[in-house]
């Protein structure tokens, strides 16, 4: 059996999710630059003309262009292995997979691009090396470098949010250290979707460029060693006394878990429901004709408030087409098991985001997001 190819670079976010879950499952892969003729000529037609990673060659030669897209195709064909099948943990794990893709983006791309002289040299090396090579390989590279800068700002972390955006960051190591120094993964002994999905900001950027490395070596080995566990084929989990392997019994949550997920509900939320307003408003603008149309990546501006500061952040459409899993889970459920999972989110002030929703789904059609 060939293995699967996966296209994506060390440095990028969201090529940590199916890196680490492929390394998890046991799956043979080989991780590809892309910048081959191959990636250009016949990869990138095929996964809705866009360059984007993660995007991956399946053993039997299928693209599959997304990181959720490329887990869930796996999941599926090993019977969901990787998912908790308690309500309550599978809706964390679920909301984990949202927050990863999109609630941490502030403080991982503020440590990646806000802190040139521990970073500058590391990155211009890494975006050199995911340029096709040619005559203007360094100018191409600064041109994409200068355009992902200018994206940490659109998330909103500008001068006036950067005190703001580094407390939140310190606050929230500090209870994934706590958490991480009880049990090995988010929900006990086992990865789930939701740790594939935090991996991503926090191995691409804060995980390994040098200034949040360091901070996070330095005061949160824990979480450092969840990181570092999260890329290891075996378990590596020495440190602890149980070893079993398992999701914690009885759907337990533990109370270091919910503290995490209260921290992280501090921007999440009021960034959810201003990023929802916003969408919607474009929604309402643009009338049945975006039926089909591919979603963009940012539809407006958030504007929002934390701690009395304010905040204008990119509206991004994908944050609600992986929110949409959690509500439509949780709707299937029944009524004690929905009891269940709203008091939890309630007790981690995350209830509002199980009903703030878009008012057009959005689905997949040839590797993209389209509206429906
Ligand atoms: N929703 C995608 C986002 C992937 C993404 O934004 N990747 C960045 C690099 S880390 C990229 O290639 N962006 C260009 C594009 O997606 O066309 C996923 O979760 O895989």
Not at 9 to 26: D, M, V, W
């Amino acid at each position: 059996m060939k293995p699967i190819i996966l296209y994506g670079s060390s440095l990028s976010l969201y090529t940590g999710r199916p890196r680490s879950y492929f390394i998890k499952a046991g799956l043979d892969y080989r991780e590809v630059t892309p910048v081959t003729q191959r990636f250009s000529d016949t990869i990138v037609p095929l996964a809705g003309g866009r360059r984007g990673v993660p995007t991956i060659e399946t053993e039997e030669g299928e693209v599959i262009r997304d990181g959720v897209a490329i887990i869930d195709h796996y999941e599926k064909k090993r019977s969901n292995d990787f998912s908790p099948s308690t309500p309550k943990q599978l809706a964390l794990s679920l909301l984990f997979d949202v927050i990863g893709a999109e609630g941490i983006l502030r403080p991982a791309m503020h440590y990646r691009w806000n802190f040139p002289e521990q970073n500058a040299s590391f990155l211009q090396f890494h975006f050199e090396s995911m340029t096709p090579r040619g005559p203007k390989r360094a100018e191409h590279a600064e041109q994409v470098a200068n355009a992902m800068r200018a994206a940490c700002a659109g998330f909103g972390a500008v001068p006036e949010t950067f005190a703001l955006v580094e407390d939140l960051y310190v606050e929230l190591m500090e209870r994934l250290n706590t958490h991480f120094s009880r049990v090995p993964y988010f929900f006990g002994g086992k990865p789930s979707i939701g740790d594939f999905g935090m991996i991503a900001p926090f191995f691409g950027h804060l995980g390994r460029d040098p200034m949040p490395l360091s901070m996070m070596q330095r005061e949160t080995v824990r979480l450092f060693r969840w990181v570092e566990r999260m890329n290891r084929p075996e378990p590596d989990v020495g440190e602890f006394e149980v070893q079993d392997g398992e999701y914690l019994g009885e759907d337990e949550i533990p109370d270091s878990l919910v503290e995490v997920v209260k921290q992280i509900a501090i921007d999440f939320v009021p960034e959810t429901t201003a990023a929802a307003n916003c969408i919607n408003q474009w929604l309402e603008q643009q009338g049945d004709g975006v039926a089909g149309k591919e979603v963009l990546r940012g539809v407006g501006i958030a504007q929002f408030t934390v701690r009395g500061v304010s905040i204008s952040a990119l509206a991004q459409p994908f944050r609600f087409y992986l929110l949409k899993r959690v509500q439509d889970y949780y709707a299937q459920l029944d009524s004690a098991d929905q009891l269940a999972v709203l008091e939890l989110f309630t007790q981690c002030n995350m209830q509002e985001v199980l009903a703030t929703t878009l008012t057009r789904a959005i689905g997949r059609h040839e590797n993209l997001e389209v509206w429906q």
